[in-house]
């Protein structure tokens, strides 16, 4: 997959659902609205608990939204298996 480097600064007024590649092949879905900020706190430890156990090994997706609830409720149909199903097909090109 490919790991994004251009991580959108937050202090913008948008959303953003974020996918993030870890280290056990595992993809963790979240959102927020500083992306950068975030990001960084899945990094360093500070982010959910899931990517204390399971380190990012990079941001490999996200979209951008301008309302909170459209992003959650993006984060939440990634969550599901039809979304699990629709970002296996977005991302497998990425895969090699």
Same mark, same amino acid.
């Given at each position: ?27 963790? !879905? ?8 975030? =990001?960084?706190?899945?990094? +360093? %430890? ?5 990517? *204390? ?13 301008? !309302? ?8 939440? =149909?990634?969550?599901?298996? +039809? %979304? ?5 097909? *977005? ?6």
């Amino acid at each position: 997959m490919n790991i994004i480097q251009n991580i959108p600064q937050g202090e913008n007024g948008k959303w953003y659902v974020y996918i993030i590649l870890c280290n056990n092949g595992s993809l963790y !879905k979240g959102f927020t609205d500083d992306l950068e900020r975030r =990001y960084y706190q899945h990094l +360093t %430890g500070a982010g959910a608990k899931y990517t *204390k156990q399971h380190k990012p090994i990079g941001l490999v997706y996200f979209e951008e939204y301008d !309302k909170k609830e459209d992003a959650a409720a993006r984060e939440k =149909y990634f969550k599901s298996g +039809t %979304g699990r199903e629709w970002l296996k097909n *977005k991302l497998v090109g990425d895969i090699q």
